[in-house]
């Protein structure tokens, strides 16, 4: 389950991934996919079943809902680091968040960086960067984005790299 950002926001950060792009360090403009677009991952496992749309969709109307795009943030990963946005959440957000789990309470094998209380809302900007890149990066790209809005809800399949809308956006 990803959220999307509206549509100012997500220019800044596509204007991101074509920095590291321009920059020739791993980004995420690299991924050609016409699926690929900066999100927030609120949920991931190997299958979401789509019987749960209907549900899902209910609990977005609640969106749009304000949240802050942060700083850089790296993750360290068995495969280099990843550079991301951090985002800072509002407690509408968090419950929306934890909405959504409790919907998919049953779904087996969520990534752990998911649950509840473990949450790290970001938006990825590279994969597999070294630590030589990750200081060039840090360079290149400004401090923050300041405060947004998430818009709309989708379901990514994985297996068949496709999405669902769940919102009207």
Known sequence: MELLLEDSVEERLRADWATLLEANLPSQARHAAESNRPHITLLAAPAIPADADEVLAGIAHSLPLPMAVAGLVIFRTGRGHVLARLGVVSAA???????????????????????????????????????????????????????????SLRRWNSRDRTTTALTSR
Do not use: K, Y
């Open 93 to 151: 957000l968090m419950r929306f968040h934890r909405e959504v789990h409790q919907a998919l309470g049953d779904v087996p094998h969520i990534a752990p960086n998911c649950l509840p209380d473990r949450w790290v809302p970001h938006i990825t900007l590279a994969r597999g960067l070294s630590g030589e890149q990750i200081s060039r990066a840090l360079d290149l790209l400004p401090a923050e984005h300041g405060r947004v809005a998430v818009t």
